[in-house]
């Protein structure tokens, strides 16, 4: 406590003080990360939490890091830090001066081993977005990280998932929740100008790419590769 107490005397704020505004993180991480579907919660939105009643500009980030400690030893999360992805067609003489505020998010991920997690923690009514989401990013790995839309409805149509169906008996409306894709940072979804005109480009985001998700991907992959070779050999 000793250590605490100096540690938080540089920005003159109390370890009451301090306590409170690790909660506060605390709550509106679990909050707004369950309310918005599993969309990352921008670090500017924590920061904010912090310097609406504190100027110190090195404190948002000591209490971030606290409560990225908490809610990993208490609930058993992990606030994983992601670095947004901009559009591949927009990255060539971009300034590198985008903010790290601007370009850094988090998403809560479980801690638990997967048996456990899915056998008392996993919501058994979204499992099926779960595999519409797996399926979806496979398709534009499988195109090397970038695929057009028309493509990708391609592909999508031949699982009978149609773009103009918004009463799917499944899924609902199957736009939508390619949109969500979006929303939640899985894809990009990028207008690119060409020679022949326009169109709409999907592409891989942050957290697609991120290690953990990425890894299941290829494994998911791996394992549809594997049952197909089976099942020719099979005929």
Same mark, same amino acid.
């Given at each position: 406590?000793?250590?605490?107490?100096?540690?938080?005397?540089?920005?003159?704020?109390?370890?009451?003080?301090?306590? =409170?505004?690790?909660?506060?993180?605390?709550?509106?991480?679990? /909050?707004?990360?369950?309310?918005?579907?599993?969309?990352?919660?921008?670090?500017?939105?924590?920061?904010?939490?912090?310097?609406?009643?504190?100027?110190?500009?090195?404190?948002?980030?000591?209490?971030?890091?606290?409560?990225?400690? =908490?809610?990993?030893?208490? /609930?058993?999360?992990?606030?994983?830090?992601?670095?947004?992805?901009? #559009?591949?067609?927009?990255?060539?003489?971009?300034?590198?001066?985008?903010?790290?505020?601007?370009?850094?998010?988090?998403?809560?991920?479980?801690?638990?081993?997967?048996?456990?997690?899915?056998?008392?923690?996993?919501?058994?009514?979204?499992?099926?977005?779960?595999? /519409?989401?797996f399926v979806v990013i496979s398709i534009v790995y499988l195109a090397g990280g970038k695929i057009a839309e028309e493509n990708l409805w391609n592909h999508l149509r031949r699982m009978e998932l149609?773009?103009?169906? @918004?009463?799917?008996?499944?899924?609902? &409306?199957?736009?939508?929740?390619?949109?969500?894709?979006? @929303?939640?940072?899985?894809?990009?979804?990028? =207008?690119?100008?060409?020679?022949?005109?326009?169109?709409?480009?999907?592409?891989?985001?942050?957290?697609?790419? &991120?290690? #953990?998700?990425?890894?299941?991907?290829?494994?998911?992959?791996?394992?549809?590769?594997?049952? &197909?070779?089976?099942?020719?050999? &099979?005929?």
């Amino acid at each position: 406590m000793a250590n605490t107490s100096e540690d938080m005397s540089q920005f003159d704020v109390s370890v009451e003080e301090k306590d =409170k505004l690790v909660a506060e993180v605390i709550r509106y991480v679990l /909050f707004k990360y369950h309310q918005n579907g599993g969309c990352p919660i921008k670090r500017e939105e924590l920061t904010q939490l912090v310097t609406k009643n504190y100027r110190q500009r090195a404190l948002p980030a000591v209490i971030i890091n606290e409560a990225r400690e =908490k809610l990993s030893s208490i /609930f058993g999360y992990e606030l994983r830090e992601l670095h947004r992805s901009r #559009p591949s067609s927009t990255n060539h003489g971009r300034s590198s001066q985008q903010s790290a505020a601007d370009a850094r998010s988090y998403v809560v991920m479980s801690q638990l081993p997967a048996d456990v997690y899915k056998n008392y923690v996993e919501n058994v009514n979204t499992g099926h977005l779960t595999g /519409f989401t797996f399926v979806v990013i496979s398709i534009v790995y499988l195109a090397g990280g970038k695929i057009a839309e028309e493509n990708l409805w391609n592909h999508l149509r031949r699982m009978e998932l149609n773009e103009h169906d @918004q009463n799917h008996q499944v899924f609902g &409306d199957i736009k939508q929740e390619l949109e969500a894709l979006v @929303q939640q940072r899985y894809l990009l979804k990028d =207008k690119v100008n060409g020679h022949e005109g326009s169109g709409l480009f999907y592409e891989l985001a942050e957290r697609a790419l &991120d290690g #953990p998700v990425a890894l299941k991907i290829k494994e998911y992959i791996s394992k549809m590769a594997k049952s &197909d070779v089976n099942n020719v050999d &099979d005929d």
